[in-house]
């Protein structure tokens, strides 16, 4: 079973600012009709027609996915041990968090302040298992660091001393540590900070942008 990823930037689109150029989310205002096209592109990029987008809520409820379903599902992440459908995340800041057993099964999580807090990581890892799953991998798609990610005091004393600097909390760490608690074999981490980076969409930095893709699917 052969595994792939997508992490797309928001180059090689049909999107006008301030959406430009690759936006792939409907619910941002963009035009729909240049949203439908950049789904396309995405899709002739990954060679897969069935791709599973979310109504992303920041919960921690992850589908199980056996063929696509339409209208897209409120959840922030899917599973599936079915060849042939790309699991996708979308972001603009939040990161992507991609999983996979080379034996055949994959996720795809959301994982922004809420998901991360809520745990989302631990319950797709556990869904995986549930399916069968004993080898996980990571993969950590670009997101805002802790360097721009700046929140209230208030919020900031909800969370462990380890996770605040000053007043910015770092999410990729609540991310490693739900992973390494759970024995994923291997990270692979795309250490790209989203605010930072205007390869990428950034709600922290733009406010209305688009939204970018993480994207997993297994080859029959």
């Known amino acids: 079973m052969k595994i792939n990823y997508l992490i ?34 995405v899709a002739q990029k990954t060679g897969v027609q069935a ?16 063929h696509l ?15 042939g459908i790309g699991l996708a995340i979308m972001s ?5 968090v991609l999983l996979f057993d080379p034996k055949g099964i994959i996720a795809a999580v959301h994982a922004g302040r809420a998901g991360a807090t809520l745990g989302i990581v631990t319950e797709a890892i556990e869904k995986m298992r549930d399916l069968g ?18 929140i ?11 996770y605040i600097y000053g007043r910015h909390l770092d999410i ?18 795309y250490a790209i900070c989203t605010a930072c980076d205007r ?10 942008t688009g939204r970018f893709a993480s994207i997993i699917w297994m080859e029959a």
């Open 199 to 208: 390869r990428y969409y950034s709600y922290r930095r733009d406010g209305t």
């Open 92 to 96: 603009a800041d939040c990161y992507g």
């Open 8 to 41: 797309t930037d928001r180059t090689g689109g049909v999107s006008a600012p301030p959406y430009e150029s690759l936006n792939i989310a409907y619910h941002v205002g963009d035009d729909p009709e240049a949203v439908r096209r950049n789904r396309e592109i």
């Open 133 to 150: 799953a004993l080898t996980i991998h990571a993969v950590i798609s670009p997101g805002i660091h802790r360097c721009c990610y700046e």
């Open 51 to 66: 791709i599973q987008y979310a109504n992303q809520i920041h919960g921690k409820e992850v589908r199980y996915i056996e």
């Open 172 to 189: 990729k760490a609540l991310l490693y540590d739900q992973l390494r608690a759970e024995n994923v074999e291997s990270i692979t981490d």
């Open 69 to 83: 379903i339409e209208p897209a599902p409120e959840c922030d992440g899917f599973v599936t041990d079915r060849p």
């Open 152 to 162: 209230s005091s208030e919020l900031a004393a909800q969370y462990e001393p380890k």
